[in-house]
């Protein structure tokens, strides 16, 4: 790796607007949701995004998070950067409407969002409370059929709708416990909405990461075990980086992915294919 690409990483602090991957995704708009700081999965793929050339909007989930997403957007120069909460009505709505104000047309959106009360998420499935999983299923899964709902019209060259998994929606991972259930029925959405917007030339995937130190992590009881058990059976015994998640990411929205849709990508370093 040259000075030139380590400029660019996403955890540096600092971005030069003259620094560039690539022009693989010059010319396209994307939105960017679920940023939280610049160690968070939506940063390295907004990073990566706009390293390939890709202009951007981002949202922050109110204005006690604001101050802290403002100096990323400034540093990836996102064109837009709008409160959104996905349980607020009305907010979801005012986002796109912005967004087709200020381009008339969307090319991608990342959803990277997800949620659960922390006393149904450390708790055992067979424990959870109805009202807990249906928040979990509204903010974690149903959002992101609100997004393809709003982004549809917008894509009218078509289009790609990527979302966030983990194993765990495939397999029983330890401590993950209600949240495993909620990701597959995201991964379930992604086949279906991959399945009926086909006609407009939209392609919807799920991407599955490997643990990642996250804010959001940080909630998962026992996360430590998590990450543990990742360095210990992963092929190459490490994790994955947000970088790492980003290009992936960013080879999903451009066209080089045009003869695939439905699929959930793992990006683990193999831990998935080990038993």
Same mark, same amino acid.
């Given at each position: 790796m040259d000075a030139h690409q380590r400029k660019i990483d996403p955890l540096q602090k600092t971005w030069d607007p003259n620094d560039r991957i690539g022009d693989m995704?010059? #010319? $396209?708009?994307?939105?960017?949701?679920?940023v939280a700081n610049e160690h968070?999965?939506?940063? #390295?793929? *907004?990073? $990566?995004?706009? #390293?390939?050339? *890709?202009? %951007?909007a981002l949202t922050y989930l109110n204005e006690k998070a604001k101050p802290y997403i403002l100096p990323l957007a400034e540093q990836i120069e996102a064109k837009l950067l709008l409160p959104l909460d996905v349980e607020q009505p009305g907010e979801l709505e005012r986002v796109f409407a912005a967004v087709e104000r200020e381009w008339g047309k969307l090319d991608f959106v990342l959803h990277s969002i997800a949620f659960a009360p922390k006393g149904d998420l450390h708790g055992r499935l067979v424990d959870s409370s109805r009202e807990g999983f249906e928040q979990a299923m509204r903010v974690s899964v149903h959002s992101f059929i609100? @997004?393809?709902?709003? =982004?549809?019209? !917008? @894509?009218? &060259?078509g289009g790609v709708l990527l979302t966030m998994s983990y194993y765990g929606a495939? $397999? /029983?991972?330890?401590?993950?416990? @209600?949240?495993?259930? /909620?990701?597959? =029925?995201l991964e379930a959405t992604t086949?279906? !909405?991959?399945?009926? %917007? *086909?006609?407009?030339?939209?392609? /919807?995937?799920? %991407?599955s990461p490997g643990p990642v130190r996250t804010r959001a992590a940080g909630g998962i009881d026992?996360? &430590?075990?998590? /990450?543990?058990?990742?360095?210990?059976?992963s092929p190459g015994k490490r994790l994955v980086d947000i970088a790492e998640i980003g290009r992936v990411a960013a080879f999903l929205v451009g066209g080089a992915s045009s003869g695939m849709t439905g699929d959930t990508i793992y990006v683990d370093a193999g831990l998935h294919i080990m038993a």
């Amino acid at each position: 790796m040259d000075a030139h690409q380590r400029k660019i990483d996403p955890l540096q602090k600092t971005w030069d607007p003259n620094d560039r991957i690539g022009d693989m995704l010059k #010319g $396209k708009r994307g939105l960017v949701v679920g940023v939280a700081n610049e160690h968070s999965i939506a940063f #390295g793929c *907004a990073a $990566k995004f706009r #390293g390939f050339g *890709a202009e %951007l909007a981002l949202t922050y989930l109110n204005e006690k998070a604001k101050p802290y997403i403002l100096p990323l957007a400034e540093q990836i120069e996102a064109k837009l950067l709008l409160p959104l909460d996905v349980e607020q009505p009305g907010e979801l709505e005012r986002v796109f409407a912005a967004v087709e104000r200020e381009w008339g047309k969307l090319d991608f959106v990342l959803h990277s969002i997800a949620f659960a009360p922390k006393g149904d998420l450390h708790g055992r499935l067979v424990d959870s409370s109805r009202e807990g999983f249906e928040q979990a299923m509204r903010v974690s899964v149903h959002s992101f059929i609100e @997004m393809a709902r709003l =982004a549809e019209p !917008l @894509m009218t &060259d078509g289009g790609v709708l990527l979302t966030m998994s983990y194993y765990g929606a495939e $397999k /029983v991972v330890h401590h993950y416990n @209600m949240m495993g259930p /909620v990701k597959a =029925a995201l991964e379930a959405t992604t086949r279906y !909405l991959a399945a009926e %917007l *086909a006609e407009k030339r939209i392609r /919807v995937y799920s %991407l599955s990461p490997g643990p990642v130190r996250t804010r959001a992590a940080g909630g998962i009881d026992g996360f &430590d075990e998590l /990450v543990n058990m990742a360095e210990t059976r992963s092929p190459g015994k490490r994790l994955v980086d947000i970088a790492e998640i980003g290009r992936v990411a960013a080879f999903l929205v451009g066209g080089a992915s045009s003869g695939m849709t439905g699929d959930t990508i793992y990006v683990d370093a193999g831990l998935h294919i080990m038993a």
